[in-house]
């Protein structure tokens, strides 16, 4: 194999990664939609940015001053860690304003990409 043929693989490979990625984004969006739709909030929310982490916040029962969290991440060394953290109890509020408990607090933490849709198109019913 000569190394036009190996970047042509590489190119391919990229390219099929790309597909998959915007297959996976466009498949949350939808999943985040139908979630805040079941939560009687709007679903074309999940598209603007900051506005969307807002209405995750009233899904999830917690104050708007809590959006601040998004800038958790500039301060250095511990940011990222206390975003960690907020996002745990957001996702657990989201997990019990859905009738779940830890355990699914953790699978939205771990695997968001599993977790979300099966909020979104499970039988799940907002009790906030």
Not at 9 to 17: A, E, I, S
Not at 33 to 56: D, E, R, T
């Amino acid at each position: 194999m000569n190394t036009e043929q190996l970047l042509g693989l590489f190119k391919g490979m990229g390219t099929g990664m790309l597909i998959v990625w915007i297959a996976i984004m466009v498949f949350m969006i939808v999943s985040w939609w139908i979630v805040f739709k079941k939560a009687g909030q709007p679903g074309w929310a999940i598209l603007i940015p900051i506005y969307n982490f807002l209405v995750i916040l009233r899904v999830a029962g917690k104050p708007w001053w809590w959006v601040f969290a998004i800038l958790l991440p500039i301060i250095p060394f511990v940011g990222p860690f206390l975003l960690l953290v907020a996002m745990i109890f957001i996702f657990h509020g989201i997990s019990k304003n859905f009738g779940q408990g830890a355990g699914f607090t953790v699978g939205l933490v771990l695997l968001s990409v599993v977790f979300v849709p099966i909020l979104a198109f499970g039988d799940y019913k907002w009790q906030g």
